[in-house]
């Protein structure tokens, strides 16, 4: 901080080595060491210490357009923290910076002015968002809905094989987040649950793969149905009945709508028989479906 005050050199913080890391990327890599730091004995008495928030606090301030810079796997520093899990206070600092209003000013006058919306957009080398790695990180603390806020386009850019941040969610084991939390991400730009991934998957295709494989076997049965009716659309009007009519119509690289791989996959011996209720509303959703009387 002393050398770059003293010796000030135009976009010095967004300045990357060898590596395409900035500052700011190594600085959040310390603060990931920092975190495994903490509770050695060792550490101490070396002197280390978990690295303080008001540091990032003064790189993002010196130099904004170092948020941009992405490192030799893509990733800016919002991917990162997500990846190495930052602590709170610094997932939010770098949520909020990215976030408009952001300008660089020199003697008061606006000299940069950050692409806001592009801190939220960029991929890196696995086309991944800073939203897709919150989906894929869960442990991480970054609080969706916000790192949403600022460019809920994110929700519809999907990855190297094609998944949206929606698709990931569902392809994982989600005890932390409420269904009220997917409605409000669907309700934000519900065609999303219409894109297909690489292998023809809509995010209802993944989470009935999630069933098979008994991700959310520890979940309620309303739990699972009321999902289920999220991602069919028929939930708060997120689609009309046609849009959703030709949702349940997608079929997938086995050629399989949704109701047809919950037929093949989710009933009978395969599963436990609770998944009953959410091929009922899987059913119910889907036009042209003959009713199997044993569904009911």
């Given at each position: 901080?002393?050398?770059?005050?003293?010796?000030?050199?135009?976009?010095?913080?967004?300045?990357?080595?060898?590596?395409?890391?900035?500052?700011?990327?190594?600085?959040?890599?310390?603060?990931?060491?920092?975190?495994?730091?903490?509770?050695?004995?060792?550490?101490?008495?070396?002197?280390?210490?978990?690295?303080?928030?008001?540091?990032?606090?003064?790189?993002?301030?010196?130099?904004?357009?170092?948020?941009?810079?992405?490192?030799?796997?893509?990733?800016?520093?919002?991917?990162?923290?997500?990846?190495?899990?930052?602590?709170?206070?610094?997932?939010?600092?770098?949520?909020?910076?990215?976030?408009?209003?952001?300008?660089?000013?020199?003697?008061?006058?606006?000299?940069?002015?950050?692409?806001?919306?592009?801190?939220?957009?960029?991929?890196?080398?696995?086309?991944?968002?800073?939203?897709?790695?919150?989906?894929?990180?869960?442990?991480?603390?970054?609080?969706?809905?916000?790192?949403?806020?600022?460019?809920?386009?994110?929700?519809?850019?999907?990855?190297?094989?094609?998944?949206?941040?929606?698709?990931?969610?569902?392809?994982?084991?989600?005890?932390?987040?409420?269904?009220?939390?997917?409605?409000?991400?669907?309700?934000?730009?519900?065609?999303?649950?219409?894109?297909?991934?690489?292998?023809?998957?809509?995010?209802?295709?993944?989470?009935?793969?999630?069933?098979?494989?008994?991700?959310?076997e520890k979940m309620s049965n309303a739990w699972q149905e009321q999902l289920t009716q999220h991602l069919t659309g028929v939930t708060a009007g997120l689609l009309t009945r046609e849009q959703s009519?030709?949702?349940?119509?997608?079929?997938?690289?086995?050629?399989?709508?949704?109701?047809?791989?919950?037929?093949?996959?989710?009933?009978?011996?395969?599963?436990?028989?609770?998944?009953?209720?959410?091929?009922?509303?899987?059913?119910?959703?889907?036009?042209d479906v003959p009713r199997p009387r044993d569904l009911y």
């Open positions: 901080m002393y050398l770059a005050e003293k010796h000030p050199v135009d976009n010095l913080f967004a300045c990357a080595d060898i590596f395409r890391n900035t500052t700011l990327h190594m600085v959040i890599q310390q603060e990931k060491r920092g975190e495994r730091i903490r509770n050695v004995d060792l550490a101490e008495r070396r002197g280390e210490r978990p690295l303080p928030v008001s540091t990032v606090r003064y790189l993002v301030q010196a130099g904004e357009m170092a948020l941009l810079v992405q490192d030799e796997h893509g990733n800016t520093p919002l991917h990162l923290a997500i990846v190495v899990g930052s602590n709170t206070e610094i997932m939010q600092l770098l949520i909020e910076s990215c976030a408009p209003p952001a300008a660089t000013y020199h003697n008061c006058v606006k000299v940069l002015e950050m692409p806001c919306e592009s801190a939220f957009v960029v991929q890196n080398k696995d086309g991944c968002t800073p939203l897709h790695l919150a989906m894929k990180h869960r442990e991480s603390r970054v609080p969706l809905a916000f790192i949403m806020h600022p460019c809920p386009q994110a929700m519809l850019i999907q990855d190297k094989d094609g998944c949206t941040p929606i698709h990931l969610m569902m392809s994982r084991y989600l005890p932390d987040i409420s269904l009220d939390k997917i409605l409000l991400l669907l309700q934000t730009l519900p065609e999303v649950l219409s894109m297909q991934d690489h292998l023809g998957r809509t995010p209802l295709h993944a989470l009935l793969t999630g069933l098979q494989r008994h991700k959310y009519g030709r949702l349940m119509k997608l079929r997938d690289a086995a050629n399989q709508s949704p109701w047809e791989y919950y037929w093949a996959h989710l009933r009978g011996h395969h599963v436990p028989f609770y998944y009953a209720a959410v091929g009922r509303i899987v059913a119910q959703a889907s036009p």
